[in-house]
């Protein structure tokens, strides 16, 4: 089992759940963050440190957010490591309030 990035997350990327992850295994993309699966050790700690509740284990996750199971594996390989949380964009707080945006993710 691993924790997963989803949906929410896109375009909104506060970066709070990097920091208290113990293994470093979030990677950032242009416009979303994803958790590799291979390091990803299960404590639950980023989920409640996540603002949009973006952060499922692979266990519950949505049969609508399922093919990010995939996308985190995927892009996780080419994506680098954060570690530090940065500033957000400026327009996160609107796009954390929308759903629908899969189309969006730049990889
Ligand atoms: S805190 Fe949530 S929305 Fe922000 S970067 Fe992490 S997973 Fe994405
Ligand atoms: S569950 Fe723990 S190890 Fe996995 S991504 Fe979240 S903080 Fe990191």
Redesign the pocket.
Known sequence: MAFV?TE??IK???????EVCPVDC?HEGPNF?VINPEECIDCNL?VD????E??YSEDDLPDEQHEFLEINRRLSKKWPIINEKKDAPNDADEWAKKDNKKELLEE
Do not use: G, M, N, Q
């Open positions: 990035v929410k997350c909104c990327k506060y970066t709070d759940c990097v979030f963050l980023c440190h996540c603002p949009v973006a952060i």
